[in-house]
């Protein structure tokens, strides 16, 4: 009888309910809870957190860049298990091109629920090993688009992508390539959009590529000459076997 009066007290009438449903949804937490997370964040950041191992100071960025270390410590404090898969990857061993598109997915280990899902690549068409034997560094391209799709993972599921910015160690800003400030052509915004869809590349995995190694957000944003030397690299994707 006690459990039955326990559950009616805790039916919401049908007028409520539908009350409920013509309001305007609330906040999950309450402002005070927002800022008090936010406060914590940034103590667990300046006590427990490393400049030069955790996260790192490049010029040109406003903010610091949060590296694998930290990120791990954040994944620790928040109480996140890591599921990694790759979820693309492209290994022409003929021709010496190899790219890597992996996701990692954050787990809460208190509740089971997902969290947050991260993507991250990494190819050897980058600045960084771009003048490297290809078939040396296939182990660390795998392992910075793993290290990539972390960072990635745990500023959303954190939410301290207001304090940290996506690690940029090893790509950091590279808007000084050969070609002057001459924009992009929309004859070659054409063939970059015609390419990416005849080779069946995700837009997003395309876009990370610019952003790798041109340091773009988009195609539109990429310099005549950047535009043409990417549009050589996705030639060279398209003649795979």
């Not at 539908?18 to 309450?30: H, K």
């Not at 490049?58 to 898969?85: H, N, R, Y």
């Not at 959303?156 to 940290?164: L, P, Q, Y």
């Amino acid at each position: 009888m006690k459990d039955a009066l326990e559950k009616l007290r805790n039916v919401i009438p049908l007028s409520e309910k539908v009350e409920q449903a013509n309001i305007v949804p609330s906040l999950a937490i309450s402002l005070r809870e927002a800022k008090e997370r936010i406060k914590l964040l940034e103590q667990f950041v300046r006590e427990m957190m490393t400049e030069g191992v955790d996260y790192g100071k490049i010029e040109g960025f406003d903010k610091p860049t949060l590296l694998k270390p930290g990120a791990e410590k954040l994944c620790d404090i928040f109480g996140f298990s890591k599921q990694v898969s790759i979820i693309n990857r492209i290994e022409n061993w003929e021709k010496g091109i190899f790219a890597y598109e992996v996701k990692v997915t954050l787990i809460s280990k208190q509740t089971g629920l997902m969290e947050a899902e991260g993507i991250g690549t990494c190819n050897n068409k980058e600045k960084a090993y771009i003048n490297q034997d290809p078939f040396s560094v296939i182990n660390t391209l795998l392992k910075m688009a793993k290290k990539r799709a972390l960072i990635d993972a745990v500023l959303s599921a954190t939410r301290a992508s207001g304090i940290f910015t996506q690690d940029i160690e090893d790509f950091s800003k590279q808007t000084h390539i050969k070609g002057g400030n001459e924009p992009v052509t929309e004859r070659q915004l054409q063939m970059i959009f015609r390419t990416v869809k005849e080779i069946n590349m995700l837009p997003e995995v395309a876009r990370e590529l610019m952003r790798m190694q041109y340091n773009v957000e988009h195609s539109t944003m990429l310099t005549k000459q950047q535009a043409s030397s990417f549009i050589q690299d996705l030639l060279l994707l398209k003649e795979q076997p």
